[in-house]
């Protein structure tokens, strides 16, 4: 039997703009890594993606929820393969993604037939709906059959499925996650590929079970400044600065998890957006001894990310102070503010 080659994956995640970039700018300054930029990955934490997949088939299985999340993960590997005005994920992948994927999802079905039942209704076009599963089955039965009281037996048939892969779901996740990314330098010219949001900062133990080798590097960022950055920048409606207090909550609770869980140090590293620009070189050293990388590699120093550029970003709200908001902040979330 051959022996399965991989790359030393790497990916930065974040709580949604506190500098996952970083991560992602630097690594390209490396010539044994390919880093592949800010385009986000998010195929295995996405509702409906991998996680989802294990959560229906594995962790809660469910007769009929199998044939729910085996269908809606085809449906986001169709919208992330992209169309002739956005490649999306195949130009990536060297137009292999949905190829690859699919052939995943195929070694997980059991079983494949053609039938009906309600999650179909539920999930149509509405107008389709009433046509297809209200009127076309009681026409059906008025004219062809009177006598026939099963109206769901005349119903158009869906192909469903089944799964329940148990403690396979992890090598077959590793064998697709192997070939997605091996497509993408299939000669092996990098050591290291590097890929944005991959996981989520939470919960990130699951995902560890996604690959053959991976490493996570986290970034997160001073409440104030991505308060302000959005409140007077970006206008993210998912971020929810329209209210103070809701802000407080959310980014308070986006955090929690870290009271209850700890990181394995060996795959996880934490760090701060403010710490990666003021304090430079001590965090890079953290960074390549984390991911044991030679600095011999860093060939473009300060090409991807260049701190004296990126320190403009750093301590924003002080541009704000006279918002009375900025206090509050200071308040209620002193924990993750940091001094500048």
Not at 161 to 175: G, L
Not at 263 to 292: C, G, M, Q, S
Request: hydrophobic share 30%; aromatic share 16%.
């Amino acid at each position: 039997m051959s022996e399965k080659r991989y790359h030393k994956m790497v990916t930065c995640a974040s709580y949604g703009g506190t500098g996952s970039s970083v991560i992602t700018d630097l690594l390209k300054e490396f010539d044994n890594c390919n880093s592949l930029g800010e385009y986000e990955f998010r195929f295995l934490q996405d509702y409906d993606g991998v996680s989802t997949l294990e959560c229906a088939l594995v962790d809660n299985h469910h007769r009929m929820n199998s044939d729910i999340a085996i269908r809606r993960f085809k449906d986001i590997v169709d919208y992330h393969s992209g169309n002739a005005l956005a490649k999306r994920y195949e130009g990536f992948f060297h137009g292999k993604f949905k190829e690859i994927s699919y052939k995943y999802i195929d070694s997980l079905i059991d079983l494949s037939w053609q039938g009906y039942w309600e999650q179909h209704s539920i999930e149509a076009n509405p107008v389709y709906t009433f046509f297809a599963y209200k009127l076309y089955p009681r026409f059906r039965k008025l004219f062809n059959n009177p006598k026939d009281t099963e109206i769901v037996a005349q119903t158009p048939k869906k192909t469903m499925y089944f799964s329940y892969p148990r403690e396979d779901f992890h090598e077959k996740t590793k064998n697709y996650t192997r070939e997605l990314f091996n497509s993408i330098d299939e000669e092996f010219k990098y050591e290291y590929l590097v890929a944005d949001q991959l996981v989520p900062p939470a919960n990130i133990g699951r995902y560890l079970n996604y690959f053959d080798d991976i490493k996570v590097i986290v970034v997160d960022r001073d409440p104030r400044d991505l308060y302000v950055a959005n409140k007077y920048g970006w206008k993210e409606s998912w971020i929810p600065t329209h209210d103070l207090n809701t802000y407080i909550t959310w980014y308070r609770k986006l955090r929690e998890h870290q009271k209850y869980h700890t990181d394995d140090p060996e795959r996880v590293l934490r760090i701060t957006f403010e710490e990666a620009v003021l304090n430079y070189d001590e965090t890079l050293k953290r960074i390549l001894n984390f991911l044991d990388i030679d600095e011999k590699h860093h060939v473009r120093k300060r090409q991807g990310f260049n701190p004296d550029i990126s320190i403009k970003n750093v301590a924003l709200y002080k541009k704000y102070e006279a918002d009375e908001d900025i206090k509050i902040i200071e308040k209620e979330l002193k924990e993750y503010c940091r001094e500048v």
